[in-house]
């Protein structure tokens, strides 16, 4: 499994329901898009940042390193804005507002990007899609997406293993081997992908399937208390944001 799925099953909020753990951090992104940069965003920011390392329990360092790869897109979408593209200074200028217009970009989806980690790092795929169903999405497309999940880790771990004993085999000492070993772990990887779903196909028609996956979900119900908490802290995001902003330039 993925680190930040082990973190989320692992995780102190992974007996909540789904609907609780979406309210936050979905809202927390939607503040992070609608309020101003600043100070709005870094608000949001701080208090995302406060949730996944207080109550929700998220290590400082795992979620640094699943942080740091969408952290990477937001820092490459601002560095175009730097710059303005014709006109009286030439082909390629500094754009006399780009900083600003940059800032503001960063900061907006960064802290967007933390309201996502804060659903992900809390609530597992696998407790998300079967619901889903429930909530009106198509049956078909939920099954679609719950069998693709639990494929892709099998592949993964089919992934490692023919890497180990291409390395064991010396497939990584030269250019050309190392060219010829990645080929070689392409087309093993699609093989055993089709044979791993004619295997799945077969499973399910031997016991029964009638086009729909049921599957058993822990007991969860919607707390009151932690939805009346979310909202008090979204609220209290907004009308924060619009006191400083008339106070801070």
């Known amino acids: 499994m993925l680190p930040i799925d082990v ?3 692992g995780s102190r909020w992974r007996r909540r329901h789904p609907a609780e753990k979406a309210l936050l951090g979905f809202g927390l992104t939607l503040c992070a898009v609608c309020l101003p940069p ?3 965003a870094v608000l949001v920011a701080a208090a995302t940042l406060s949730v996944l390392l207080g109550p929700a329990g998220v290590p400082g360092r795992q979620l640094w390193r699943a942080f740091r790869i969408p952290l990477g897109f937001c820092v490459t979408g601002a560095v175009p804005l730097l710059f303005a593209v014709g006109g009286p200074d030439g082909p390629v200028a500094w754009a006399p507002d780009g900083p600003v217009h940059a800032g503001e970009l960063l900061l907006r989806t960064a802290s967007a990007s933390l309201g996502v980690l804060l659903f992900a790092f809390t609530t597992p795929v ?7 169903a429930r909530a009106g999405v ?3 497309v939920v ?5 693709m999940y639990r494929i892709v880790f099998l592949l993964l771990d089919a992934q490692a293993k023919v890497r180990q004993a291409q390395a ?6 030269t250019r050309a081997a190392v060219w010829r070993s990645l080929a070689g772990l392409g ?3 699609f093989v055993r992908a089709f044979d ?3 295997r799945l196909q077969t499973g399910l028609a031997g016991r029964g399937y009638d086009g729909t996956l049921r599957v058993l979900l822990p007991e969860a119900s919607v707390s009151r208390p932690f939805l009346a908490a979310t909202g008090g802290l979204l609220a209290g995001l907004v009308a924060l944001t619009l006191v400083l902003e008339r106070f801070l330039p």
């Open 38 to 40: 600043w100070p709005g």
């Open 196 to 198: 791993r779903a004619q």
């Open 138 to 140: 198509p049956a078909p």
């Open 143 to 147: 099954d679609v997406a719950l069998v």
């Open 126 to 132: 696998s407790d998300v899609l079967p619901r889903l």
């Open 187 to 189: 087309a093993t990887s």
């Open 168 to 173: 064991a085999r010396l497939g990584a000492t």
């Open 7 to 9: 973190a989320a099953h």
